[in-house]
Structures are given as C-alpha cells and as structure tokens.
C-alpha cells in the first residue's frame, strides 16, 4: 500500500512513473492542455465542446446500437419466416413495401424510440436496473406507435404479427444488452478497460468510506486514483492510504497529472457556500465528469428524491416499505412458490434424506431456533449436514473459529460428515426451509436467520428484524461465509432499508449463480 500521508508530502511533485495503460506519460494526452477558464456563463449548445476525458462508452454505445439493429431485424425476419399472414394489411400495396418496413422502417423505429427514451444515455450504461427499464419503455411505446399508425392509416395488420415482432425484439434486445455488460463487467475486472478514474475530495475519513464503497464492485467500473484532501495533512498524519494522498493543490491541475476523468466529492467536502457551485463552474469544457457522494449512504434510488426549493435541491429520504401492495405480493409469492417448490422437489428432497441416513446415523433434518420477524424465535427445518453431537463438540472448536461477531465458521469443520459438506456445498441443505416459508416463518429472500443464543440483538443488528429472515439473501449473494460478521450485517440493514418486489427477483436471480460457482459455501 501507500505511504503514510506524513511522508506523502514528498510525493506533491509529479511522479516520473506516471503513465497511461498505453505506456505514454498522462501529461502528453491532448486533454492534458490547460482549458479555457470559465466564468460560469452557460456557452451555445452547438459550440459547446462535448468530448469527455472518459470516452468507453462511445464504443460501447456504438455496440449497444449495432445490436439493438440486429435484434430488431432477427425478430421481423423470423415473424415473416414463421408467420404465415405476417403481410396482412399490406395485400395490394406490394411486396416491396412489406418488406421495407418490416426489415428497415420498424428497426430503425425501434432505435429511434430507444434513443428518445434514453437507453443510450451514459449514465445509465454499464449497471443498474434503469438501462433494461427504458428499454421496457421503448417496447411499450414501439408496440403504442404502431397501433396507432395503423388505425390512422386504417392497416389491417396481424395481431399476431404484432405482438410475436415485439416481444421477440425486446427479448432479443434485454438479452444482447445484458451479454454486452457482462463483458464489460470482466473487463473493468480484469483489465480495468471501461472504467472511471476518479479523484476523491473531502476529508480522508470521508474518502475512505468512498473508496471502500466503490472498490467494493468492480463491476461498476470507479476506480480511485488520488485523494485530494479539504482539511490539510494534520488530520491524516500517520495514516497509511491505498492510493496517493495531496492537499493544497488546484484540483483541476492534480486531475491532469494523476490521469483522472472524474471528481468525486465525498460528504461535507461541498459545506462551503458556493463551493460545490464553483467546482463545477471550473470543469466546463474540460471533459471532466463530477459526482457528489453525500453522508447518506447505503439508501437506495427508489427511497431517494430531490426537490428543489428555490434553488435549495433538497435530498428527501422515504421510509422504507414495509407494508402495502408490494408486501402482500412478496407474502402471497412467498407461498406460492414454497408450496410448488417443495411439490416439484420432493423426489431431490426424499434422495437426499436417503443419503443421509446412509452416511451418518441420527436425524435427517436438523432444527435449531432462530431468531425471526419481529424477535419470534422458531424452528427451522435443514437436511442435518453435521455429526450427531456438533453442538457439544462446538465448545472445543470456539478458538478455532475463523469469523467474527455472532458467527461461528470453520473452512474444515471436523463436524461435517463426506456427504454433508457436498450438501453444503450446493446449499441443497437449505431446501427444506420452504416449509418454513410455507408456514410464514421465513421468506424466500430477507436477512440470514441467525440462532436464538447468539446474542441480544441491540443496537443496529436489531434492525434485521424488521422483516422476515430469508432462505437467500444480500449477503449470500456477496460473498456468504467469506463476508466478516460487520458487512453481514451492513448487506442485511440495505436490504431492509431498500426493499422491493423487483429486489428480491434480483437477488433470487444472482443466487443461482452464486450456488452453481459455490462461492463462499462451506
């Protein structure tokens, strides 16, 4: 890691070994050249130089339109191929111009309609759940417009056609759309490719915490390179950093030097009246992005609005939804899947029970109280993975125990029999918790039960309580058993503060990746 910022004082002057991945020193990149000084005074929209320091997603983008155009064109080619009457309306009118506006006119719609809605915007490229929601606004506007063109035009067209074009291009279009950002998600991890460069300006408490948050996915594609300090080195003397450390330097020159692309301002960097105002004065016409980081964190979009008074954007934080329509959907879907599941398992189930039997004499499931909704303590039901006496065994194996807080986890458990350690190593152990969902005592995706004796649940662990505990979690899906005991926690708290119905799908969707890759399951 880096020096202590007492000694990085040293380092204010310009590294020699600075250099861009193409091996060219930064200062020789033709965005290094001073810009023109700025008085804050918008320019005209059509001189305004709009050419970025960071520019992935112009390749990008142009690969999200090449493969949009193909997937509009492959679901029109396949409704006239597999269609029979895929030309109704166009009897009379020519071949020629069924065919022009099958495999030109309504592909070309599409892309203008995904371009109106926003789905090459940068901002939305690369993560998030927004990109694939105004790709679905397009496909609704797409199938409205035609409807009503031929209405206009009195088009007798297939309805059939209609809706088989549509769904297939927006199937076709999530899918390659979803791939492309694969791809770029294993390069930003691997080569750093398609990332973001960033600068962090605040205190360095309040830079770490940044760092620590963006380092955390390096899918999202922010990778910092400097902290720029507000407060001077007196505050951060002695401590070690993961990247370089400057205070009272132009922030605009130590973007330049540093190859950065973005600013990033971490909470009370801005407090300064006008401050925030007049950073972004400075960077127009430079290319460089900027991006506030408020002391507010671990709130999600949906519970997060700004409403500007006067001038004022005012950030207002929603509670958290834990009742209503969406709570009774995620209850009702609860049940409904526990009761199919365990209908479509039951052969695994009965499989499983069997082997154990044969591998370890005792019980086939194991049942242990936990801690659930609102402190109510339960039983719950998983296939037993361990020997018979694990529970009096576990008091010799406390000083062993390789996590932390109200966790107990050994990586070889003398325990676990041959074939318990496959089950959990494939989470099948887990399955019979669905007659826990089907009995309303858990759910299928909330926080991990944790046994009734393992502590008190003060303070913000008790928070986890707030909702039903879950088969699979937040936590399960970032990492499970290699997660320390305090980011279990931090996973289980956003997750309840952040609820959705689309969430949970999400996180039921990541977990069966999770489980295939056996990811920090033992």
């Known amino acids: 890691m880096r020096e202590d910022v007492g000694e990085v004082t040293t380092s204010l002057q310009r590294p020699e070994t600075s250099k861009s991945r193409s091996g060219m020193p930064y200062d020789s990149f033709e965005w290094q050249q001073e810009p023109p000084p700025s008085n804050g005074v918008p320019r005209s929209a059509w001189t305004r130089s709009h050419r970025r320091v960071s520019r992935w997603h112009r390749p990008y983008t142009l690969i999200l339109v090449l493969l949009d155009l193909v997937s509009a064109i492959l679901a029109s080619a396949l409704a006239v191929t597999f269609i029979q009457k895929a030309d109704s309306g166009f009897q009379g009118r020519g071949v020629g111009l069924f065919y022009f506006v099958a495999l030109v006119g309504l592909p070309l719609g599409w892309l203008f309609i995904l371009w109106a809605n926003g789905s090459y915007d940068r901002r939305y490229l690369g993560l998030g759940s927004e990109e694939f929601k105004r790709v679905v606004r397009a496909f609704?506007?797409?199938?409205?417009?035609?409807?009503l063109l031929a209405f206009a035009t009195k088009t007798q067209l297939s309805r059939v056609t209609i809706a088989y074009v549509s769904v297939a291009a927006l199937i076709f279009i999530l899918f390659c759309r979803y791939s492309a950002r694969q791809v770029l998600h294993v390069a930003r991890r691997r080569t750093g490719h398609g990332a973001h460069r960033m600068v962090l300006m605040g205190t360095l408490p309040e830079a770490l915490e940044v760092y620590t948050a963006v380092t955390r996915s390096p899918a999202a594609g922010l990778i910092p390179v400097a902290i720029h300090l507000t407060d001077g080195y007196s505050a951060a003397r002695g401590i070690e950093t993961p990247v370089p450390v400057y205070a009272s330097r132009d922030v605009l020159a130590l973007v330049r030097e540093v190859g950065a692309d973005t600013i990033a301002v971490c909470g009370s960097a801005s407090a300064e009246?006008?401050?925030?105002?007049?950073?972004?004065?400075?960077?127009?016409?430079?290319?460089?992005?900027?991006?506030?980081?408020?002391?507010?964190?671990?709130?999600?979009?949906?519970?997060?609005?700004i409403r500007p008074i006067e001038g004022l954007p005012l950030l207002h934080v929603e509670e958290p939804t834990l009742s209503g329509p969406g709570w009774l959907a995620k209850n009702l879907l609860d049940r409904v899947a526990a009761f199919f599941?365990?209908?479509?398992?039951?052969?695994?189930l009965g499989v499983i029970a069997l082997g154990i039997r044969l591998a370890s004499p005792g019980p086939v499931f194991f049942r242990q109280p936990r801690v659930g909704h609102?402190?109510?303590t339960f039983r719950v039901w998983k296939f037993r993975t361990m020997d018979v006496d694990a529970e009096e065994r576990k008091a010799t194996l406390e000083e062993l125990n390789e996590a932390d807080g109200m966790l107990f986890k050994l990586k070889e458990d003398p325990r676990i029999f041959r074939f318990g350690s496959k089950l959990r190593a494939t989470s099948l152990d887990e399955l019979p918790q669905l007659i826990n969902v089907l009995k309303g005592e858990m759910s299928l995706v909330g926080p991990r039960p944790l046994p009734a004796d393992d502590g008190d649940y003060l303070g913000d662990v008790r928070r986890r309580l707030l909702v039903r505990p879950g088969i699979t979690g937040l936590w399960q899906v970032s990492g499970r058993s290699d997660l320390s005991w305090d980011e279990a926690v931090r996973l289980d708290l956003y997750y309840v503060d952040n609820w959705s119905l689309t969430y949970d799908l999400s996180i039921l969707w990541r977990t069966i990746w999770v489980v295939l890759r056996r990811k920090g399951a033992y």
């Open 374 to 376: 609102e402190g109510r």
């Open 140 to 147: 609704v506007t797409v199938v409205a417009c035609v409807s």
């Open 273 to 305: 009246p006008g401050e925030l105002r007049r950073l972004a004065w400075a960077l127009e016409g430079t290319g460089v992005d900027l991006v506030v980081a408020p002391q507010l964190t671990d709130i999600a979009g949906p519970r997060v609005h």
């Open 341 to 348: 599941g365990l209908l479509a398992l039951s052969p695994i």
